[in-house]
């Protein structure tokens, strides 16, 4: 009997110290939890691509590696607001750690399936207060932050100038369907009043508008302004195509749409602002509150330049931009 008890003791004694040992060692069993991120985009663009390609730059700067230590669910809505919104829900269903969106309709999309709760990263929104995004750029004040696409708009006017100095009338299209494009739009139309300009406002509600709405601007202006504005960019091609043959400039607020055909622009790269945009991210899957993360703004921009439009419009760029445009923009042949 008391051989049993000695025995059972010294295995008692034994499982024990195991059992002290094993819950002393890292957990290495548990799967460490990978977050989400679900990131919606309004459609296929260079410039929209291009935020993308900078979001996860940026995140990866931060120490998050798609398909190692993150995932991300990327939506592409095509354009289309039914899409938008099945997208939307679909993230806040499967529980997302985070929710990122590139351009305005997206975010908007998001904003209202996530209903103050899913934390959601801006790239690139212009004008997120007039939106009704957050309460102020220097504290959100709820589950949304970011990053703007402000446009400089001053350095885009007096490049206008310098580059058309004889034009009086100044033709803005944008679309009626997207708010940043309304807000870059007729704070452009201000700025150029300010200086002594005629401004005539023009609208698309879609891509398909651009032929006839273009036509009509160019028999009626000397110099046409093409915004920060997604459906523009969509229709560069066309607007430039329609502009080119009543030989009138354009000035453009992305290089990807001077790229398109547009003469010049002063712009910032749309690449830095998902760069950023990707990194605000990383620090809020990490604990920062999106409630005091103050938006942030790319707003150093440089010259770009389309050289083919100069010579087939007959417009010498002077020097001092070219060089510019050379040394730290872009020039298109």
């Known amino acids: ?58 995140l990866k700067s931060e120490g998050y590696t798609p398909g190692k230590n993150i995932k991300i669910d990327f939506q592409n809505a095509q354009a289309d607001q039914s899409n938008l919104k099945t997208m939307s829900s679909k993230f806040v269903n499967e529980k997302v750690d985070l929710m990122a969106a590139i351009a305005t309709p997206a975010a908007q ?55 058309v100095p004889t034009a009086k009338t100044v033709g803005i ?10 807000y870059n739009a007729t704070k452009f139309e201000k700025l150029a009043k300010a200086a002594g300009l005629t401004c005539k406002m023009y609208t698309i509600s879609n891509t398909n508008d651009m032929q006839q709405v273009a036509q009509k601007m160019v028999s009626e202006v000397d110099v046409v302004y093409a915004p920060q504005d997604n459906g523009v960019a969509s229709a560069m091609k066309t607007l430039t195509n329609v502009a080119n043959k009543e030989k009138k400039p354009i000035i453009a607020s992305a290089d990807t749409m001077v790229k398109d055909g547009g003469l010049a622009s002063y712009a910032i790269k749309q690449f830095d602002l998902g760069k950023v945009a990707g990194q605000m991210a990383a620090r809020v899957l990490n604990g920062r509150s999106t409630k005091t993360y103050p938006i942030a703004y790319v707003l150093k921009g440089n010259y770009v330049i389309n050289e083919k439009e100069a ?20 020039i298109f042949k």
């Not at 010579?311 to 872009?330: C, F, R, S, T, W």
């Open 1 to 58: 009997m008391m051989k049993r008890m000695i025995a059972f003791i010294s295995a008692l004694i034994v499982f024990l110290g195991f059992a002290f040992f094993y819950s002393n060692q890292p957990k290495q069993a548990t799967a460490k939890h990978i977050p989400t991120i679900g990131l919606l985009q309004l459609q296929s663009h260079p410039a929209l691509d291009e935020i993308h390609q900078g979001f996860v730059a940026g």
């Open 109 to 163: 999309a998001e904003a209202n399936a996530a209903n103050g709760k899913t934390p959601i990263i801006l790239a690139g929104i212009t004008d997120p207060v007039g939106g009704k995004l957050i309460k102020s750029d220097k504290r959100p004040g709820n589950n949304i932050t970011g990053t703007s696409g402000e446009s400089p708009l001053p350095q885009l006017l007096k490049l206008m100038q310098e580059l």
């Open 173 to 182: 299209i944008y679309s009626s369907s997207d708010h940043g494009g309304e």
């Open 311 to 330: 010579k087939l419009l007959g417009i010498e760029i002077p020097a001092h931009i070219m060089q510019g445009a050379k040394d730290k923009g872009e």
